[in-house]
């Protein structure tokens, strides 16, 4: 080439940068929500801090209700705090409620697994079953009570119209909690991909997008927040139901912002 212009290349001016907000309960999601870089998932709307889990949980009741994508994150809670101690409450099978306390600190978290359909080779008892509509109706709620929801993965292989009725009970629930305790903190987590070899016709993420986003479209009107677990563990390309640890981690650092 001949006779072209001069390209003149700078440096980054990091002082006119925007800097972005915070990510804090309320805030609109887009589409993407953020990417992974270094190992570290970064939403595009909002910045994450480090948060320490310890000092954040101080005095808090965490319920985490749905799938065992949500028993995957109490695993993480009793591995990373050290302080959690597990409380037996006489149940059986790996899908048992669990409850886990930090006396010192005051902190509670307990997870319970969402009523049929319950689709698995896991045994369980059927005397604790509980639709989650009748688990947050007895909540009373308040401003250290947080609640996290995840359903999906064991919908899949119905008709969509059973998805759909239980979503709506859920979001008539939490409208029922939200009147009486608008200062409790509810969150949604969205489903994550999972495998393709297994059964792929009935459990496939074809039927699991379908569902993400009728999730984000019942609870657009309501005060509550998402997790878009379907978008992090696509970027991170994890395809298992059940994540790596780290993805998980950067599942709950957004919950910590979202608390503190």
């Not at 002082?15 to 595009?44: Q, Y």
């Not at 878009?228 to 563990?233: E, K, L, N, P």
């Amino acid at each position: 080439m001949e006779k072209f212009n001069t390209i003149s290349v700078s440096k980054c001016n990091k002082e006119t940068v925007a800097k972005k907000e915070k990510c804090k309960v309320g805030m609109t999601s887009t589409i993407p929500s953020g990417h992974v870089w270094r190992n570290t998932w970064n939403p595009v709307s909002c910045s994450l801090a480090t948060v320490k889990m310890k000092e954040c949980l101080r005095g808090k009741l965490i319920y985490l209700m749905g799938d065992s994508t949500m028993r995957q994150w109490m695993e993480y809670f009793k591995a990373s705090i050290n302080t959690l101690k597990s409380v037996d409450l006489h149940e059986s099978g790996k899908l048992q409620h669990q409850l886990a306390v930090d006396l010192n600190r005051n902190i509670n978290i307990q997870w319970q697994k969402h009523c049929y359909p319950l689709v698995g080779s896991m045994t369980y008892s059927v005397k604790e079953m509980e639709y989650l509509t009748r688990a947050i109706d007895r909540t009373g709620g308040e401003k250290n009570t947080v609640i996290v929801i995840s359903l999906g993965q064991h919908f899949r292989p119905f008709p969509i119209d059973v998805f759909i009725r239980r979503a709506l009970n859920v979001h008539k629930a939490i409208k029922r909690l939200l009147l009486r305790s608008p200062d409790t903190m509810v969150i949604i987590k969205t489903e994550n991909i999972r495998e393709m070899y297994n059964d792929a016709e009935r459990f496939s993420d074809f039927h699991g997008y379908i569902q993400y986003l009728i999730i984000k479209d019942i609870f657009q009107d309501l005060s509550v927040s998402i997790i878009d677990a379907w978008d992090i563990t696509i970027a991170y390309g994890t395809n298992d139901v059940h994540p790596p640890q780290h993805v998980v981690g950067n599942q709950i650092n957004i919950l910590l912002n979202y608390i503190c």
